[in-house]
């Protein structure tokens, strides 16, 4: 298995910009979930889907932040404008239903200048 | 709100010298706890479940242990290559989120 893909690996981008990251989750896998890490707060849950749909994104920062799941394969997670603070790894994570265990993929290294 | 804390943050040991990991958690109504192993530049990877006070679990050098209120990562004779951040988590509630730790950064020295 390919395990979770994500892209881009690493990302640079100015203030202001629109930044979107990618995830594949592991076929056959019904939950996502997006995580961010920090060396100030560690990782942290954004939001999760179940069966394409949000469950809950409390962790979302703001409004800035969005994230979609418009197939069983596929996830986006939008942030516009981003601002330096956004700077952080983004992790994709996915878990089969009925199983807590969740596989991280290799994560974004996402810095806004 | 559900808490975890793991102690020591870093933790420096020669190679074969025995110790633990702690993890103590504040949560209502413990449904899993999780450990994790990060390597630099790589997203974590799942080492361990446990479910209930009293259960174990090893996996070479590495043993979990689970209590009321904390878990221990034992690693027994640890190797350069057991070097990187152990992470813990927490699931509660009746739903699937996960609550992490900081992590103990690990470096074994030969």
């Known amino acids: 298995d390919a395990g979770v893909i994500q892209s881009p690996r690493h990302e640079v981008t100015e203030m202001g910009q629109e930044v979107t990251l990618r995830c594949k989750p592991i076929?056959?896998?019904?939950?996502l979930f997006w995580y961010r890490q920090t060396m100030m707060r560690g990782l942290e849950l954004l939001i999760y889907f179940n069966n394409n749909v949000p469950i809950d994104d409390s962790g979302m920062p703001e409004d800035r932040f969005s994230a979609k799941m418009p197939n069983a394969s596929f996830s986006t997670l939008k942030i516009q404008p981003s601002e330096p603070r956004d700077s952080a790894v983004y992790f994709c994570a996915s878990s089969e239903t009925g199983q807590e265990t969740q596989y991280f993929g290799p994560g974004t290294r996402l810095l806004v200048l | 709100e559900d808490q975890v804390t793991q102690s020591p943050e870093a933790l420096r040991l020669q190679e074969g010298e025995s110790s633990s990991l702690n993890c103590s958690y504040t949560?209502?109504?413990?449904?899993?706890l999780f450990w994790y192993r990060q390597d630099p530049g790589k997203g974590p990877e799942f080492l361990f479940t446990l479910y209930s006070a009293g259960e174990e679990k090893e996996k070479e050098r590495l043993k979990a242990t689970l209590t009321k209120k904390e878990s221990f990562l034992h690693i027994t004779a640890p190797k350069p290559e057991d070097s990187a951040t152990y992470l813990c988590?927490?699931?509660?509630?009746?739903?699937?989120?996960?609550?992490f730790g900081k992590g103990i950064t690990l470096s074994v020295r030969p």
């Open positions: 949560v209502s109504g413990l449904r899993g």
């Open positions: 076929s056959g896998h019904n939950s």
């Open positions: 988590a927490v699931l509660t509630g009746a739903n699937s989120k996960l609550t």
